[in-house]
């Protein structure tokens, strides 16, 4: 059920592709439901700000960028974006929806960091490159599925990228600049995960 050409998917054939990939009923709540957090995220976002992104994209892009999760079997985790890319190209469908998986890493990785960090993917860049894209990479550091999945204030997350060095901190930084802060306390509420 890829969706038709030139078309964004809709919610429901999002949700079908979930289901479709997902091996247990356990991955699958907890990738569809970060996926749906961090498309709140980015919907927050948007409305705060009157920017002039594709709002329909920004919505499937979120709902669409760890896809991938569900095909990591013994993998590498930071793989799991280029098996999204990879599964998402397989179904047909376009390369503008595939590429929130495989650009959607940290504040982005560049080839540079894939050879010098020797990290186990095909070298090239993974920098998102549309503003839509930017915003999806964006809010997704805000909730990590870790067990159990919490969400993520800016400060902590600018405080882990420091490892990543200097131009991660001032990626994010300038990240945090164009988009703002989310409000993460109604998340919080309605989810129920803690705050780090
Ligand atoms: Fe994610």
Do not use: N
């Amino acid at each position: 059920m890829s969706p038709e050409p030139g078309r964004v998917p809709t919610d429901a054939q999002i949700l079908a592709l979930h289901r479709q990939h997902a091996p247990t009923p356990e991955a699958f709540e907890l990738v569809y439901t970060h996926c749906r957090i961090v498309c709140a995220i980015a919907e927050q976002l948007l409305r705060r700000r009157a920017h002039s992104l594709d709002a329909d994209l920004v919505r499937a892009g979120c709902l669409l960028h760890d896809v991938g999760v569900y095909r990591l079997g013994q993998d590498h985790y930071l793989r799991h974006g280029v098996l999204g890319d990879q599964l998402l190209r397989e179904a047909g469908w376009p390369d503008r929806l595939a590429r929130f998986c495989s650009h959607h890493t940290g504040v982005g990785l560049s080839r540079d960091d894939v050879t010098t960090q020797r990290l186990p993917l095909p070298v090239a860049d993974y920098l998102a490159e549309t503003a839509e894209e930017e915003l999806v990479m964006y809010a997704d550091k805000f909730h990590s599925k870790t067990t159990p999945p919490v969400f993520v204030s800016a400060d902590t997350y600018a405080a882990r990228v420091r490892r990543f060095g200097a131009d991660k901190v001032a990626r994010f930084a300038a990240l945090r600049e164009t988009f703002g802060e989310p409000d993460l306390a109604p998340l919080i509420d309605h989810y129920g995960h803690a705050l780090v």
